[in-house]
């Protein structure tokens, strides 16, 4: 496989996210797709890794470098953070509105 | 200089850790104090920001500042842009802090929570301030966005302030996963994270015809969705009315102030740093789509403030409008513009801060945010109106006000690159600004309310106030805020 074939997929899934988010009417689909495009980075940041930074020649043996790689690790430790606030947020309006629809929780307007 | 290694780097950042140290000392001290109504959390929260304070001024005096010094391996850097950065999110962190203590609002159960996450949030921004890197740009960007949604969501039994998070966080979470998207297309390209080898990759490969000047744009467009949400830029303004106005009045003022600034920090730093190259900035013109961006912001900001009732939703549409003004300094990457930005962040801390201040005090006494609330204020609290209306008169800029010269300063520096255009959108922007700012000054003083009854403020009130209503007046006439603005450089 090469790069084209992880970049197009990443950018379907980060289409696919955005597709979610702009058409589903239920705050837990939102997240979802929120889930699709942060997964859809990480694809590109081990991709772009894999393929564009250059190996260095350490003792005479190939090393990759991993920064892409740490940088997925993150995205995956951070979109853990950010579900488990959402879901807190998503309880929260349940409770004080009864509905997670999105467009039943609209007081605030002007 | 060469980059730190891990512990060399822990004394130069001691602020940031003292900032953590505190915060977990907040969480302790809450479990062990029984008293519910007890303040001890506030005052040790306050006595971190007081310890930050003192270890950023000796780090600043560990620094010289022609050589910025790279952290961990370069993820970081301390230089005067960052301790200036700094010394103003502790400033608005502490103001947050001091309103907090007077706020009727917040659950008294909650209060550790609370203040350990507002010392968190301040140690994101502080990062925000710093990062040199994409991954670390992401990480504090987060950091700063997670806290400030349970911030904005924290009045628990408020339909308004659940609301207000949940819309944070749908409009946060999408705009944080594009920005992580344009990064990865840079890190694609430029093979690095480090943004001061990014200028240069770019640069190589854009001459090599390896990537191509379009993908470029889509990157950075990409990216500039992350960092006008966070600084509330048109088109990723319409979080901010609805989040500000259900959010509590005191994370109100701290989202419109500080996240405000942290944003442009980031922003500056990495349009300066990272793509500050001119090879880069010739092919697209940034200038010319940031300052459609400025002029976009500061028009929409303004004309939807004009029919607003509710005051504290009034100041979240000033504050989208003057996050344009900042823009127009931003727009220009030049050393003057950067400084103008500088003095105008000040000016905006202490007029924009006592505005809030006083929708709290009213909030607290007459129970309202509306504009009606404010009716025959003048002789109910003339101290606190006398007040207000200088906060308000220098938010639109009237001389002698600090509010004008900071505008001043700004149109200045637009004015010196022949943007001529762009500083008479600001100037028409301001005029229009006169008549919303001037609607609640006009209720204070011309209309009367069937509450005659005068409100009793302590004295601790008026000394708070006084500290925001003092620098208002005189920051503009005193030089030294100006060369201090002019000295701070960015490399």
């Given at each position: 496989?090469?790069?084209?074939?992880?970049?197009?997929?990443?950018?379907?899934?980060?289409?696919?996210?955005?597709?979610?988010?702009?058409?589903?009417?239920?705050?837990?689909?939102?997240?979802?797709?929120?889930?699709?495009?942060?997964n859809s980075c990480n694809l590109n940041f081990v991709a772009f890794s894999r393929f564009v930074t250059p190996a260095?020649?350490?003792?005479?043996?190939?090393?990759?470098?991993?920064?892409?790689?740490?940088?997925?690790?993150?995205?995956?430790?951070?979109?853990?953070?950010?579900?488990?606030?959402?879901?807190?947020?998503?309880?929260?309006?349940?409770?004080?509105?009864?509905?997670?629809?999105p467009d039943e929780v609209d007081t605030l307007k002007g | 200089m060469e980059p730190l290694k891990n512990i060399e780097s822990l004394a130069y950042f001691s602020p940031e850790i003292l900032l953590v140290v505190f915060a977990a000392a907040v969480i302790i001290a809450d479990l062990l104090v029984k008293n519910r109504e007890s303040e001890l959390v506030a005052y040790i929260s306050l006595a971190g920001l007081g310890c930050s304070l003192v270890a950023i001024l000796i780090t600043n005096s560990l620094i010289n500042s022609n050589e910025p010094i790279p952290l961990f391996f370069g993820m970081i850097r301390l230089d005067g842009?960052?301790?200036?950065?700094?010394?103003?999110?502790?400033?608005?962190?502490?103001?947050?802090?001091?309103?907090?203590?007077?706020?009727?609002?917040?659950?008294?159960?909650?209060?550790?929570?609370?203040?350990?996450?507002l010392l968190a949030v301040t140690f994101g921004m502080f990062l925000m301030a710093s990062s040199t890197n994409l991954l670390m740009i992401f990480i504090s960007l987060e950091t700063v966005s997670l806290t400030s949604y349970i911030l904005a969501g924290f009045l628990t039994h408020s339909p308004r302030s659940s609301e207000a998070a949940f819309k944070y966080i749908t409009y946060g979470a999408v705009a944080s996963g594009t920005m992580l998207f344009g990064l990865s297309m840079i890190f694609g390209m430029a093979g690095t994270g480090d943004l001061s080898?990014?200028?240069?990759?770019?640069?190589?490969?854009?001459?090599?015809?390896?990537?191509?000047?379009?993908?470029?744009?889509?990157?950075?467009?990409?990216?500039?969705a992350g960092i006008g949400y966070k600084i509330a830029s048109v088109p990723f303004h319409m979080?901010?009315?609805?989040?500000?106005?259900?959010?509590?009045?005191?994370?109100?003022?701290?989202?419109?102030?500080?996240?405000?600034?942290a944003g442009f920090a980031l922003f500056l730093r990495f349009f300066h740093v990272g793509f500050?190259?001119?090879?880069?900035?010739?092919?697209?013109?940034?200038?010319?789509?940031?300052?459609?961006?400025?002029a976009l912001t500061m028009t929409v900001g303004n004309l939807a403030a004009l029919p607003q009732r509710n005051v504290k939703r009034l100041l979240a549409y000033s504050s989208i409008a003057h996050g344009g003004y900042l823009l127009m300094g931003a727009?220009?990457?030049?050393?003057?513009?950067?400084?103008?930005?500088?003095?105008?962040l000040i000016v905006y801390l202490f007029m924009n801060l006592g505005a809030f201040y006083v929708v709290v005090l009213i909030a607290n006494e007459a129970g309202t945010e509306m504009i009606d609330g404010y009716r025959g204020l003048a002789t109910r609290a003339p101290l606190v109106a006398g007040a207000m209306a200088i906060f308000l008169f220098s938010l639109t800029g009237i001389p002698p006000l600090a509010g004008f010269f900071g505008k001043?300063?700004?149109?200045?520096?637009?004015?010196?690159?022949?943007?001529?255009?762009?500083?008479?959108?600001?100037?028409?922007?301001?005029?229009?600004?006169?008549?919303?700012?001037a609607r609640i000054v006009k209720a204070m003083y011309f209309e009367t309310s069937e509450d005659t009854n005068g409100l009793s403020f302590s004295t601790g009130t008026f000394a708070l106030l006084s500290v925001f209503a003092i620098p208002t007046i005189f920051i503009g006439l005193l030089n030294i805020f100006y060369t201090f603005s002019d000295k701070i450089t960015l490399q």
């Open positions: 496989m090469s790069l084209q074939h992880y970049l197009v997929i990443s950018s379907i899934l980060f289409s696919l996210g955005i597709f979610a988010v702009l058409t589903r009417k239920n705050a837990i689909s939102i997240l979802m797709g929120i889930e699709l495009i942060l260095e020649t350490i003792v005479g043996s190939e090393v990759f470098r991993f920064d892409g790689q740490i940088i997925a690790i993150f995205g995956i430790v951070l979109a853990a953070a950010e579900a488990a606030v959402f879901l807190a947020i998503i309880l929260a309006i349940y409770r004080e509105f009864g509905s997670i629809r | 842009f960052a301790v200036f950065f700094k010394i103003l999110l502790l400033l608005a962190t502490t103001a947050t802090i001091l309103f907090s203590l007077r706020s009727e609002e917040l659950d008294v159960k909650l209060k550790g929570e609370y203040y350990a996450l080898q990014i200028s240069l990759q770019i640069a190589s490969v854009l001459e090599s015809g390896g990537v191509s000047t379009l993908s470029v744009l889509i990157a950075i467009t990409f990216i500039l979080w901010s009315p609805d989040v500000y106005e259900g959010a509590p009045i005191p994370i109100t003022a701290f989202l419109s102030v500080a996240s405000k600034a500050g190259k001119p090879e880069i900035l010739q092919s697209i013109d940034w200038g010319f789509i940031l300052a459609i961006v400025s727009v220009l990457l030049t050393p003057e513009g950067l400084g103008a930005i500088f003095f105008y001043w300063v700004l149109f200045y520096a637009v004015i010196g690159e022949g943007l001529y255009w762009l500083a008479f959108i600001g100037l028409l922007n301001s005029v229009v600004s006169l008549y919303y700012y």
